[in-house]
C-alpha cells in the first residue's frame, strides 16, 4: 500500500509490489486476485463478524441496537489493529481513484445486505432489517469519515456512538418537524 | 431499455438502441455517453432537484426534516412520471450487471454528497449534515426497494415517509436499548 501513495495506485504493477513484499508474483497472486484486493483484504471477515455480532446481540435489542454492536465491535478492532494513520493513507488511496471508489461502496452495499439478512434471522421483518441495515452503514460510513479527516480527535468507537446517538436526534427533530441542533 | 430487458444489457448493442428509438448512433451519441447512460439519464437533474428541496425547506426544519422533504418530492415524481412499472424494469436490468450496480451505488454517493453540502449551506455543522445525508439515502434506498419489489401495495411517497417514521422508532428504540418493534 505504501507503493500506491508513493506513486499512485494506477502506476504501481503487481511485480513491484510483490517485489517490496519479498513475494513472487506468484505468490502474490495466490493471495489476492488483483491489485485492488491489497485494500480491501478482510473485507469478508468485517462482513462475517458484523453479521456474528447481530446474531450474538442480547435478545431484547432492537434492530439498529443489534446493528450497533456490530459497528461497535468493528470500530474497536480498526481503532487498535490497523489504526488511523492506515486508515488516512488508505482513503487518500481510495478517493483519488473511482475504480476503487467504486469498489469501496460495493463493500458497503455488501454489508448491508449482510446486516439485513442476520436481522432477518433475528425475526425482524424484512422493511425494518432493510432500514436497521442501512442507516447502519450510513451512520458507520459517516462516522469513519470524520475519523480519517484528522489525525487526532475522537477515537473511532466514539464517532460511531455519537452517530448512533446524532441519529435519534436528527430522527426526532425531524418528525416533530421542530427546530434542533443534529448532534 | 425494452431492448436491456428482452437480450440482456451486455448483449444489447448501442446500434440497435439507436434503431429501435429511431436515431443514427451519432444521436445517440449527442444525448448520453454510453450504454449506461440509457439507464441513468436524468440522475444529475435529481440531484439538483434534491439540492433545491433541501435549500428551499423552511427555516425551522431540522437536518433530516430538510433532506426528508428533497425526498418526498422526488418520490412523489418517481411515482407519477416514471412509474412503478418502468423503475422495476430499470431495476431488473441494473441487478443483473456489476457495472450497472456499481454505477447505481455511485449515483446515490452522489446524491448524498450534494445533499450534505446543501445542509451545510443552510449552515448544519459538517458531521450531522453527513449523517443526514447519508441516512437520508440510506431511508430511501431502503423504502425504493420495498417500492419494487411489488407491481401492487404502497405508493413510493408513503414508503418513504414510513421509512422515515421507522427510522425513529428504529433510533429511539436503539437508543433506549429496549425490544421494540420497528415499524
Redesign the interface.
Known amino acids: 500500500m505504501e507503493l500506491y501513495g508513493e506513486r499512485g495506485f494506477e502506476q504501481t504493477t503487481v511485480a513491484e509490489i510483490a517485489e517490496r513484499a519479498g513475494l513472487t508474483e506468484r505468490t502474490f497472486f495466490r493471495h489476492f486476485a488483483d491489485k485492488r484486493e491489497v485494500l480491501f483484504g478482510g473485507s469478508d471477515a468485517v462482513r462475517d463478524a458484523l453479521v456474528e455480532a447481530v446474531a450474538g446481540a442480547p435478545?431484547?435489542?432492537?434492530?439498529?441496537?443489534a446493528v450497533?454492536a456490530g459497528l461497535m465491535a468493528f470500530a474497536e478492532v480498526l481503532e487498535t489493529e490497523r489504526g488511523r494513520t492506515f486508515a488516512r493513507r488508505r482513503q487518500r488511496i481510495i478517493s483519488s481513484n473511482d475504480e476503487l471508489?467504486?469498489r469501496e461502496?460495493?463493500k458497503l452495499?455488501t454489508w448491508a445486505t449482510a446486516l439485513a439478512d442476520a436481522l432477518r434471522r433475528r425475526g425482524?421483518?424484512?422493511?425494518?432489517a432493510?432500514?436497521?441495515a442501512?442507516?447502519g452503514?450510513?451512520?458507520f460510513?459517516?462516522a469513519f469519515?470524520?475519523w480519517v479527516a484528522t489525525t487526532r480527535g475522537p477515537k473511532l468507537p466514539e464517532l460511531v456512538q455519537?452517530?448512533?446517538?446524532?441519529?435519534?436526534a436528527?430522527?426526532?427533530?425531524?418528525?416533530a418537524?421542530?427546530?434542533?441542533?443534529?448532534?
Request: charged share 30%; net charge negative.
Open positions: 435478545e431484547p435489542a432492537s434492530p439498529l441496537a450497533g471508489r467504486e461502496l460495493i452495499a425482524v421483518d424484512e422493511a425494518a432493510r432500514l436497521a442501512e442507516v452503514v450510513a451512520v460510513k459517516a469519515e470524520r455519537e452517530s448512533l446517538d446524532g441519529l435519534n436528527l430522527a426526532t427533530a425531524g418528525s418537524r421542530t427546530p434542533a441542533a443534529a448532534r
